[in-house]
């Protein structure tokens, strides 16, 4: 990992300045069904509701549909027997208000179970993912998120160590499956699966960094559950206060038992890693009370925020105006 001072700042501005487009928007959300759901779909869209004869998936649930729709796509997916969960779970992809609106539709009643939030962050070229990679791991601070700190994946070695797995920095909840995260992809024409299904892009194809916010039902915004019914999430996702609640870019400052901004971050990830902010926080809190009081915004990162910001506020009005639109 790189630790000196000027390499890091040096590369953190590169990194930035090769960001060339900040795209949020909505992407996954499933919703816990009631009744006979799944049978209305299939009623409505007849033989373009493609069942799956292969199960797929893992754990309570196995995937046994997928409907192509003039809407959008629409998975799935059954519980196994005995499973302590509902018995169908319908999951969307590149979920837009015209979907949302049709499942309302079907189902008025369906309740939204969860929901990723994700920001696209688009770069010149492939050589700049890992260097935008490294610097949002370095810089990120999830306030609501004291878990896990994971970094899954291989390092960038050369152009010739393909095919690897994209690296992946995940941070969990204190309890709960769901996850923050950032990592490494390319357009979706261009995904390959490996062997055991997990999706992966070669080198050459990677030209993004996606952070990506999952919520579930539980998830609060100024004492408000984010996720309710599937018509109120259509009058309004929140894409821009769910971002800036969730994604911070933090510093220490007023200690000299911290590092600076530029220091070397020696703190370890739980998979072992340094350079990583996450991390470096929860060990703060051996070191000093309440490192909470010497945060401040990281100064590198500020202007990259703000862009991130904006582009979830532009993802919340272009999702208004796909709400206004007539129905076909």
Same mark, same amino acid.
């Given at each position: #990992?790189?630790? %000196?001072?000027?390499?890091?700042?040096? *590369?953190?501005?590169?990194?930035?300045?090769?960001?060339?487009?900040?795209?949020?928007?909505?992407?996954?959300?499933?919703?816990?069904?009631?009744?006979?759901?799944?049978?209305?779909?299939?009623?409505?869209?007849?033989?373009?509701?493609?069942?799956?004869?292969?199960?797929? /998936?893992?754990?309570?649930?196995?995937?046994?549909?997928?409907?192509?729709?003039?809407?959008?796509?629409?998975?799935?997916?059954?519980?196994?027997?005995?499973?302590?969960?509902?018995?169908?779970?319908?999951?969307?992809?590149?979920?837009?208000?015209? *979907? #949302?609106?049709?499942?309302?539709?079907?189902?008025?009643?369906? $309740?939204?179970?969860?929901?990723?939030?994700?920001?696209?962050?688009?770069?010149?070229? +492939?050589?700049?993912?890992?260097?935008?990679?490294?610097?949002?791991?370095?810089?990120?601070?999830?306030?609501?998120?004291?878990?896990?700190?994971?970094?899954?994946?291989?390092?960038?070695? /050369?152009?010739?160590?393909?095919?690897? $797995? %994209?690296?992946?920095?995940?941070?969990?909840? =204190?309890?709960?499956?769901?996850?923050?995260?950032?990592?490494?992809?390319?357009?979706?024409?261009?995904?390959?699966?490996?062997?055991?299904?997990?999706?992966?892009?070669?080198?050459?194809?990677?030209?993004?960094?996606?952070?990506?916010?999952?919520?579930?039902?539980?998830? #609060?915004?100024?004492?408000?559950? =984010?996720?309710? /019914?599937?018509? &109120?999430? *259509?009058?309004?996702?929140?894409?821009?206060?769910?971002?800036?609640?969730?994604?911070?870019?933090?510093?220490?400052?007023?200690?000299?038992?911290?590092?600076?901004?530029?220091?070397?971050?020696?703190?370890? &990830?739980?998979?072992?890693?340094?350079?990583?902010?996450?991390?470096?926080?929860?060990?703060?809190?051996? $070191?000093?009370? %309440?490192?909470?009081?010497?945060?401040?915004?990281?100064?590198?990162?500020?202007?990259?925020?703000?862009?991130?910001?904006?582009?979830?506020?532009?993802?919340?009005?272009?999702?208004?105006?796909?709400?206004?639109? +007539?129905?076909?």
């Amino acid at each position: #990992m790189i630790r %000196n001072s000027r390499i890091v700042r040096r *590369l953190t501005k590169r990194a930035l300045s090769k960001v060339a487009e900040v795209n949020a928007h909505v992407h996954r959300v499933s919703f816990s069904a009631p009744g006979d759901v799944d049978q209305q779909l299939f009623r409505i869209f007849g033989e373009k509701a493609h069942k799956v004869e292969q199960d797929i /998936g893992s754990g309570w649930y196995r995937c046994k549909a997928v409907i192509h729709s003039y809407y959008g796509r629409l998975v799935l997916f059954y519980g196994q027997p005995f499973a302590p969960m509902p018995n169908v779970v319908i999951q969307t992809a590149d979920t837009s208000p015209r *979907l #949302m609106r049709f499942i309302g539709n079907v189902a008025p009643d369906i $309740l939204v179970s969860s929901a990723e939030f994700a920001v696209d962050l688009v770069v010149r070229d +492939p050589e700049s993912v890992a260097d935008l990679f490294y610097a949002i791991r370095r810089n990120a601070y999830f306030p609501r998120w004291r878990g896990e700190i994971l970094l899954l994946g291989d390092s960038f070695s /050369g152009w010739g160590d393909v095919p690897q $797995l %994209n690296r992946v920095y995940k941070v969990r909840p =204190v309890s709960g499956s769901r996850a923050i995260k950032a990592y490494e992809r390319g357009p979706d024409r261009l995904r390959r699966k490996a062997v055991d299904g997990t999706p992966f892009w070669f080198r050459e194809h990677l030209d993004r960094v996606r952070i990506e916010v999952t919520l579930g039902r539980t998830d #609060m915004i100024d004492g408000k559950r =984010v996720l309710g /019914g599937v018509n &109120d999430f *259509l009058a309004t996702p929140k894409i821009r206060d769910v971002i800036a609640r969730n994604v911070h870019f933090k510093r220490f400052e007023g200690s000299r038992l911290l590092p600076g901004e530029f220091g070397s971050y020696k703190a370890l &990830d739980d998979s072992g890693y340094d350079q990583c902010f996450q991390a470096e926080y929860r060990e703060a809190k051996e $070191l000093v009370q %309440n490192p909470s009081q010497y945060l401040r915004e990281a100064s590198c990162m500020t202007g990259f925020r703000q862009r991130l910001l904006v582009a979830a506020e532009t993802a919340d009005w272009e999702w208004r105006e796909g709400v206004a639109e +007539p129905v076909e």
